[in-house]
């Protein structure tokens, strides 16, 4: 009988190796805690939203990032279930669904469509930046763009005239209400359909003219406006996003312009993602958002160059039918344009 042979040890690991096997665990176990707490954090800010809608000023804050600071709670539905983590699987089923609920409409597939036998043209908005942009390069992105319709804010008399000058034969039919004082408030409008009629208006605490015109197309008329609210700085009160009050009083007054019985767009850069107050005014008015309906993504389009979030919008009514939609380059602009087929159905 042989000799029963002594257990082998492990060699005992040297003071660094246990120290960075120590590290190592300590990091593991802080980076799982804070995809916990981040887990809780995107719930409770779910929930928040659900329970207060976005009345507090933090909720509208945090509402201009929402889709993608919620866009982790997709990620990190399978942690708590990897983990055993029983407790957590209900808070992060919550905040993927609640992300889903807000933003997965834009990823579906989409059919615009439009009815052959109506007239159809395509229509654009584009915050043209005169302050910082170059004229020429702004022509060329038009120019590519190719919309019948494009409805222009932040318009300055300088870029007035050059758009004029190098438009005038592709686009007939313009609108110019340049601010000399202000390159952010002025307004214009290019159409190669005759423009009928226009009318201006203001609203109070808000320097910004806002443009109402008629068009002929193809002997159906159409209502078009260009507005152009405030961004959401803090207001005279001290409250962020306080200026969202001059916003909807833009929106009411642009929504009771709007002829019911004639197909009738809002273009705007309306200084507002989908998930502030005032975008729901619109939507209970009846209007639908090009982008909304038709897009897919995010169609973000400020700033230019990264952009993170979506304040440019096309709005129509129930009798215009929209078509396809896009958001383009927008040349030396710090916002990209949106453009949108769409058919006009009468009234």
Not at 121 to 142: G, H, K, Q
Not at 232 to 238: D, E
Not at 294 to 303: A, D, I, L, Q, V
Request: proline share 9%.
């Amino acid at each position: 009988m042989q000799p029963a042979l002594p257990a082998l040890s492990e060699p005992a690991l040297p003071q660094p190796a246990r120290s960075l096997r120590r590290g190592g665990r300590w990091w593991g176990r802080l980076g799982l805690a804070t995809l916990d707490l981040a887990l809780v954090g995107l719930a409770l800010y779910a929930l928040l939203r659900l329970a207060l809608g976005n009345d507090w000023w933090v909720l509208r804050a945090g509402g201009t990032f929402a889709h993608w600071g919620l866009l982790p709670a997709l990620l990190l539905v399978p942690l708590p279930f990897l983990r055993r983590r029983w407790a957590l699987a209900p808070v992060a089923l919550f905040s993927a669904v609640a992300y889903l609920s807000w933003f997965g409409g834009l990823w579906l597939p989409k059919n615009p469509g439009l009815p052959a036998e109506a007239p159809a043209l395509t229509v654009m908005t584009f915050n043209i930046a005169s302050y910082r942009s170059d004229p020429e390069r702004l022509v060329a992105a038009i120019r590519t763009a190719d919309a019948d319709v494009v409805a222009m804010q932040e318009v300055s008399q300088g870029h007035a005239a050059e758009l004029d000058r190098h438009l005038a034969e592709r686009y007939p039919h313009r609108v110019f209400l340049p601010d000399p004082l202000n390159t952010v408030t002025g307004k214009a409008l290019l159409s190669r359909y005759p423009i009928t009629r226009t009318e201006t208006f203001v609203v109070p605490w808000n320097p910004s003219l806002s443009l109402e015109a008629w068009l002929d197309v193809e002997g159906q008329p159409l209502q078009l406006l260009n507005i152009h609210p405030p961004p959401p700085l803090i207001n005279a009160q001290g409250e962020l996003f306080g200026h969202h009050f001059t916003t909807e009083t833009i929106l009411a007054e642009a929504l009771a312009r709007l002829d019911p019985d004639v197909p009738s767009i809002i273009a705007c850069d309306c200084n507002l993602t989908d998930q502030h107050p005032p975008y729901a005014l619109l939507e209970a008015a009846g209007l639908r958002d090009a982008w909304r309906q038709n897009g897919w993504g995010f169609g973000n389009s400020f700033p230019a160059g990264w952009p993170l979030i979506r304040i440019d919008y096309l709005w129509a009514d129930s009798l215009v039918r929209l078509g396809a939609v896009q958001v383009l380059d927008g040349g030396s602009s710090d916002h990209r344009p949106v453009r949108a087929e769409v058919a006009l159905l009468g009234g």
